[in-house]
């Protein structure tokens, strides 16, 4: 065994058994690669299986926990070799698989001298590693516009469990990492941003206002063709309780103005294009939520990308104020971990899938903060459990959405 690479788990790796999931784990080895190199050299030995692979450990499925074995985490592997311009729409970045979201912003930023280059797939959680957002396919709200699937990638390094070290530059779409396999490093495609953005977000006095209008939305082209829709995302009734009751506790809400106190649903697009083609979606945007009973004269307007980084950080809260729920609630019994899950819609509309949720919810006497990807009907269900109970209630129910 290579000491000076592989160390046995003790309390100084604690943290690194468990992610936002709260499962915990456990392991008998951890590795920190510097280097691809590094990296080899580790693979090449005796290591204790299973090996778990870890990126910043901020996935809330439970995918880098560890269950026995070895870790090796990629926090140190995380150089960038170049970022270059190709055109004025488009660039592309070599990283390892370490590098974090905000980490590779950063340095477009500096290498580019200019925010507007960006690598498409942004779950809201920006200290997310590169290597991390590939293996668990994650997107976030830009979806709508982006897409799921594409995880905008010129090549990708694979390292496979039997030290064969594979460079793809045709990459499958969606992508699936075989298992053992890990992420070694990535020549990310950046695209460059649209350049004049605007949000606008309405807010409802009843879920099932906002989502009859959801509905509505989803079939929603702008009249004028050059606005393009890039986030269309649903927050609910608990997730807006949510959001309100962790306020204190989440920073990135620090700048982002309280909602209205009887909103008990927000419904927010964002779209880009020029200033009077924006002006012209906006009001096709407020006709369709004030049909809903949406008052214009509350909603949000947002106009360019630091004003919409609000909103960004509204829904990113959302997720945020779960996983300060389930920490607390893990706390109190460690049997409760992270339980979301995606329901199909069995060809029901957007409005009926969450309608049918809420009222099993209610049957059930169970609590869940309920979020959306409203054009392609991409829900999101977070189990509130006030205690075991409630949790295995829970899951039960769960397993009959999926
Ligand atoms: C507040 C918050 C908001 C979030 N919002 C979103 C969201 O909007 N959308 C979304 O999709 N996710 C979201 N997530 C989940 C999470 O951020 C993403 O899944 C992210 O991609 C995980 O990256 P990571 O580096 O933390 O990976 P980890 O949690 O460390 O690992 C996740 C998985 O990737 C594997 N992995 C990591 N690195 C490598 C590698 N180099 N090679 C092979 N496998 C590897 C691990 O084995 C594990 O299976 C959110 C999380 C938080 C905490």
Not at 4 to 18: A, C, G, N, Q, T
Not at 117 to 122: N, T
Not at 373 to 392: G, M, T
Request: proline share 5%; hydrophobic share 35%; net charge negative.
């Amino acid at each position: 065994m290579n000491e000076k690479l592989i160390h046995p788990v003790d309390e100084r790796y604690i943290s690194f058994l468990s992610d936002e999931s709260k499962q915990e784990g456990f392991a008998d080895t951890i590795s920190f690669p510097s280097s691809p190199e590094e990296l080899l050299q580790i693979i090449a030995s005796p290591l204790p299986a299973p090996i778990t692979f870890q990126g910043a450990n901020t996935g809330v499925e439970g995918g880098s926990v560890p269950q026995g074995g070895s870790i090796i985490n990629f926090s140190r592997m995380n150089h960038i070799r170049e970022i270059q311009k190709l055109s004025d729409t488009e660039g592309y970045a070599v990283v390892e698989a370490g590098v974090t979201l905000d980490q590779l912003a950063q340095e477009i930023r500096r290498s580019l001298k200019t925010d507007d280059y960006i690598w498409p797939p942004s779950p809201t959680e920006s200290s997310a590693t590169v290597g991390g957002v590939i293996a668990t396919g994650a997107y976030g709200m830009t979806s709508c516009y982006y897409g799921t699937k594409n995880l905008y990638l010129r090549e990708l390094t694979l390292l496979h469990s039997n030290g064969h070290t594979e460079v793809l530059s045709d990459i499958p779409e969606p992508f699936q990492l075989p298992a053992g396999t890990c992420i070694v490093k990535a020549t990310l495609k950046l695209l460059k941003r649209p350049a004049n953005i605007c949000g606008a977000a309405f807010f409802f006095d009843t879920e099932s206002n906002a989502l009859a209008c959801a509905d509505k939305l989803q079939n929603y082209v702008p009249d004028n063709k050059d606005v393009l829709i890039i986030s269309m995302e649903y927050i609910g009734n608990t997730a807006i309780k949510m959001i309100n009751t962790s306020r204190e506790l989440i920073s990135v809400l620090k700048d982002v103005p309280a909602l209205p106190s009887d909103a008990k649903a927000v419904i927010y697009v964002e779209i880009a294009g020029n200033e009077e083609s924006q002006d012209e979606a906006l009001m096709e945007l407020i006709d369709i939520t004030s049909e809903y009973g949406s008052d214009p004269d509350v909603a949000w307007a947002l106009t360019g990308y630091t004003e919409i980084r609000k909103m960004h950080s509204l829904r990113h809260a959302a997720t945020e104020s779960v996983i300060q729920f389930i920490e607390r609630k893990h706390h109190e019994d460690n049997r409760i971990i992270r339980l979301g899950v995606k329901p199909l819609s069995r060809g029901r509309s957007f409005q009926e899938t969450i309608l049918s949720i809420i009222q099993a919810l209610e049957d059930a006497n169970l609590c869940a903060s309920i979020y959306a990807h409203i054009k392609n009907s991409d829900i999101q269900v977070n189990f509130l459990p006030e205690n075991f109970e409630d949790y295995q209630k829970s899951k039960n129910i769960a397993n009959t959405w999926i």
